[in-house]
């Protein structure tokens, strides 16, 4: 193997362990591997900013700036407390009800986004009924993985994998995946009951409470919330039909964004701009540049090579070790850096002799991110509605957490594994 090779390894694997550590802050960390690739001669800037995907960036900024706006109307809080007063009170009924808004908004804005908007919500319902928040935010962080899986702009690693596929369009991934996204959520609320069963107790007086709280006083701005919801109609009828309109998702979102940036002001756009996660925006940037010492040495070619000849070429074999590798190590790694390597390397299968790729990148979309509910290391939502519980005085441990979820995820690793195959392999 040449030393640019090696060399491009020995950066990539200093870097992935110094992520996985969090001793330091993960974008400092993938900036400055980015920044060593180039320096020492692996990339060029040229070639960094070639493999940089500016349509991944554009479309989670756009739907972070929609989402920021949205949010200050107080919509998404009412949004729960009028689905917990339809839950009648009952801690069970609610525990099935904010999990499938956490699904469904995961779907249509961004797993991280719904957890930020969700468990400060959940906390003030799980108060009232003086019940443990932990069922319900540990059921919203698996709800929020599987919900995510469902379209293309759910989850960063479909966003990733779309924005690299040109012919995986926002319909596609709702055709493929949200069957199966569907399949896992209703298999997964009796099992929740089942779980937490003895946790979701409370007396009649305080189911009251919950019904007599008034959720029209939680809309702060009503006239912004018409534009917002406006605004993120019309960027979501966009996603549908972007394809027809030969438009790339990130025009599309960054376009909602801007729209809605026109329609509320000038302050708006201040607020929205500080409200954009910038550190997750520069860690993609630095992964990319990663990955593309890795493109650009030829390690990458390498293992798809590998893949093949442990394959035979066999696509029903490939998909199922995408599938189970994708998430085993998606539940210990960050699932976002471990897709950046994967994309070129099923592109690098395409290019040795595999012609049917479609059922890779389903597996690959699968198992990274359902299996992000392996662990709480295993997706970026897991880990901030942690660390909000832990603020407000209960912690969810990585024992506690992988305890439930582990089992759950290797449940709906073998659903998929049936589902692509019946689907696309026989």
Known sequence: MESQAIAAIAIFLVIYALIISEKIHRTIIAMVGGIIMVAVGIVDQEAALHHIDFNTLGLLIGMMIIVSVTAETGLFKYIAVWAAKKAKGSPVNILIVLMLITAIGSAFLDNVTTILLMVPVTFSITRQLKVSPLPYIMTQIIASNVGGTATLIGDPPNIMIGSAVSELTFMAFINNLAPIAAIVLIVYIPLFILIFRKQLK?????????????????????????????????????????????????????AGAFLLLVLTGEHTMEEAFRKVEWTTIFFFVGLFVLVAGLVETDVIAKLAAQAIEWTGGNVTAASMLILWMSAIASAFLDNIPFVATMIPMIQEMGNMGIDNLEPLWWSLALGACLGGNGTLIGASANLIAAGMAGKEGHPISFVKFMKVAFPLMLLSIVLSSAYIYLRYLI
Not at 222 to 244: P, V
């Open 202 to 254: 409370t007396t009649p007086e305080l189911r009251s409470s919950i019904m007599r709280m008034d959720e029209r006083e939680l809309i702060t701005d009503r006239k912004l919330m018409y534009k917002s919801l406006t605004a993120l109609g019309l960027t979501i009828i966009g996603f549908f039909l972007h394809q027809a309109l030969h438009l790339e998702s990130a025009t599309v979102a960054l």
